[in-house]
């Protein structure tokens, strides 16, 4: 499969292609600076920087096989890490953004990255505990017990900040398929913000607030897969205006995690092609 990463600039409604390889690039995050793009390939964590794209291999030491649940900190200092290093099953670590040696934060196995609060203070990620349900989790970057917000009604998964940290968005299945939820950062007030029949994944919202852009797959698709023809959709925060603004062939890898500009103007994904 054919990886190209690329940008889509909301004003103009075009596509800019960074960065094209043979190998499965994926879930692209946009650093906090504005200069790079992060990303998995084959295991590790590349840095592309956006004024001379190549894929830069992060030193993040005998951590390998990472996953494409990853990310960078607010400040921009210290990026996030989902791997399956341990042969647990998928563990978050902490490293610093210039590299070097990762320091495990989740408390158990299996556990998937997916939001870093505003303020730097806390992670939200998915895990399977004792019934093996995924449910959505926040804990400490200063480490602590993890907190559940989901009480395994379903597969939820996808949890991502809004940009005042008040709430969490993320996709669940609790009453079907997956559709797009919300809720207070506690946990508190979960409700659904639309419905309709494709299976909606992957909510991000932008840093100024105004859009919610998540990854739509075709009715009756089960999980989250790739190599499928799926939509990029714009929403407002509260589920209105629904505007499909790209139809690809992606799914698993395509943004996975956060992946708006800085400034909102854009946000980075990345499209697969048969060779």
């Known amino acids: 499969m054919r990886s190209s990463l690329e940008v889509f600039d909301l004003a103009t409604g075009t596509t800019r292609v960074v960065l094209q390889s043979d190998k499965i690039v994926e879930a692209p995050n946009w650093s906090p600076d504005g200069r790079y793009l992060l990303v998995n390939s084959e295991g590790q964590l590349f840095r592309v920087p956006l004024d001379r794209p190549r894929m830069d291999k992060i030193d993040i030491g005998a951590l390998d096989r990472c996953n494409n649940d990853h990310g960078i900190s607010p400040d921009g200092q210290t990026i996030v890490i989902s791997s399956h290093a341990g042969g647990q099953g998928s563990e978050i ?8 040696v990762p320091r495990k934060v989740s408390p158990q196995a299996p556990s998937w990255w997916h939001g870093w609060s505003p303020d730097g203070a806390t992670l939200a990620y998915v895990a399977a505990r004792g019934s093996r349900v995924i449910d959505v989790y926040t804990l400490p970057v200063t480490g602590g017990p993890e907190v559940r917000l989901t009480m395994g009604e379903g597969h939820c998964d996808g949890p991502d900040y ?7 968005y993320y996709n669940c299945d609790r009453d079907g398929h997956a559709q797009i939820w919300v809720m207070a950062a506690d946990g508190s007030g979960q409700r659904k913000l639309f419905a309709d029949a494709h299976v909606n994944w992957f909510p991000h919202p932008s840093p100024d607030g105004q859009h919610l852009l998540y990854l739509a797959y075709p009715p009756g698709t089960t999980g989250h ?8 959709v714009l929403v407002n925060p509260e589920g209105g205006n629904q505007r499909r603004v ?12 956060p992946n708006w500009a800085p400034d909102s103007r854009a946000f980075a994904f990345v499209r697969f092609e048969k060779p």
């Open 162 to 168: 809004s940009p005042d940290g008040k709430r969490i």
């Open 93 to 100: 670590y902490l490293v610093s953004a210039k590299g070097g």
């Open 246 to 257: 790209l139809e690809l062939n992606g799914g698993q890898g395509t943004m996975n995690v």
């Open 225 to 232: 897969p790739g190599d499928l023809s799926v939509a990029l």
